[in-house]
């Protein structure tokens, strides 16, 4: 692994921030990668990691994948990211102080750099960091509780697996569909509640074998080995747990016509786009399907209050996102992963003018 200084030397983003929380142990890093559309902006992620290059090299993608997505769908914000690298579990007060230097580094930046929840990280910490920061995202102006992006975003992917299943095959029902949602979180859970509301097959796959049984009991779905996640088959394959877990070798296993989900960074590299494309499995870019969570924070703070029309909004943005991303692909002859890029960088270029 490179080390921390020549990961800063050689980044094509603004800035990396550092800072180490002795009470905790833990590395705070703060990667802000672009400006052009607004503040860097994008969730706070707390984890373990073999180094903190690890850390920072996870922040600085994902920081990136957040510019893509703010332009994907056309938000005035930039692209950052948060990495609280814990060394262990921490218990409750040693969160607390973590979240507390947290909180002194974000007021340090004056709103240079705005956050909300991602993995590791809940609503109710948002809301501690914004007794006392004004840069969090998603705490609602009228309740001032903080709203939970999950279902938010789970609507995106849904209306994201919609346009991928139209795309594909003929119409654009779920009706029968085999869906494998592998890993039943913040987003997976709702999402599988709403792929059976809409009259799919939901296969549910989790490492944790007690939650899995327990939605599928509820929802009349099946579960599946994690082992087993990719050589079944299915229509679609919805990763919504860790990223990277599309690679050369779960595509040549695939047996899927679908890979979209909401994970963050899901192709270990840019070549498993291409990998996908040659053995016919339709990819649903992951910044652009998984935008839901993010355009509904967004427009929350512009002042769509309503959940109801908020779900819409991220209904139909989404929807509508990932079907031009399809068309253009198809029409162009190029990946989805490439189209989404150009659509992208064509919103940057536009606002750098
Ligand atoms: N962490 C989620 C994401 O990556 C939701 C989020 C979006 C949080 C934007 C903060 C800001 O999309």
Known sequence: MTEPFELLRTWDGLATVLRFEPHSGAWIVIALHDRTLGSPTGGSRMKSYPSLSDAIVDAQRLAAGMTAKWAGIDRPYGGGKAVLMIPRPLDAATRRSLLTGYRDVLRGLEGGFRTGPDMGTTPEDMAFLAQACASVMGIHPETGKPLDPGPF??????AGIRAAVAH????????GRRILIQGVGDVGEPLARGLAEAGA????SDLDPARSEKLAQMIGGRTVDPEAVFTMECDVYAPCAVGATVDE??????????VAGSANNQLATDRDAERLAARGILYAPDWVINAGGALAYADLRAGTTDTDQLLSDVDRTIGAAVEAVFHTAHEEGITSLEAARRRAERRLSQARK
């Open 153 to 158: 975003t789970a609507q995106g992917v849904l």
């Open 168 to 175: 594909a095959f003929d119409g654009a029902t779920l009706s």
């Open 201 to 204: 097959t939901v296969l549910i």
């Open 249 to 258: 070798a779960s595509v040549a296993e695939m047996r899927c016509a679908i």
